[in-house]
């Protein structure tokens, strides 16, 4: 009988260790369902502000993770306007003014558009499982979906978030909820997904809200219109003689 308890000692932590699946496993599922070479979408982002609240509807297109431009469509204010990435570097265009700006430094810090986006967070790669380690912790309930919980710790030291806190779907492999923290351990941005929808195979958020926590606000509301994955996109979209087109 003693032997049979310490039996049963040895194997029930195994088994409850066996119960999360491997982290790093994971995060590849997660960049297989989300990641696409080439993407086309239209949205629209809903930035809710103390006294007002403003849309504006965009066109994007991204290829691989170095490349991806980005025309606003609306309001009229902003019509016209445009951002382009290429590797590192990240220009935007004023229509206004008829200039373009080069980002960089600490300038990425700054707000896109008065939003809770910055302009480093849209320089991420879209593949976390390059930047990112991940470890499953725990699984939990989120809009009645089983979620694990993962969280993930930069592989280099200038990443924008240190650490991040993912709850993601256990058969959609898609991310429900997310907090962001900075170098210090402080919680600096959170992302809620309200609303999915499926992609051939895929599956996409419809509707979140990205919050800066530092910020006071309801935060910034992106609502994915249409998307199109692995689209054909002329190479010449991706070139600083687009900004002016």
Known sequence: MKNIFLTLLLIIPIILFAEYPDGEILLKK????MYSENI???????VYGRRNTKTMKLRSWSSGEDNSFSEYLSPPMDAGTKMLKLGDDLWIYNPNADREIQISGH???????????????MMEENEINKIYKAE???????????CWILMLTAKAADVAYKTRKMWVDKTKYLALKEERFGKSGKLLKTTTVEEIFQVGKRWYPRKMIFKDVLKKGK??????ESIEFDAKIPASIFSKAALRK
């Open 107 to 121: 300038m990425l810090r700054q707000s896109v558009m008065g939003s809770d986006l910055s302009y480093e967070d």
């Open 30 to 33: 997660i960049d297989e369902n």
């Open 40 to 46: 086309v979408s239209v949205s629209q982002m809903i």
């Open 219 to 224: 935060g910034t509301e992106f609502y994915i």
């Open 136 to 146: 499953v912790i725990g699984e939990e309930i989120v809009n009645e979906s089983d």
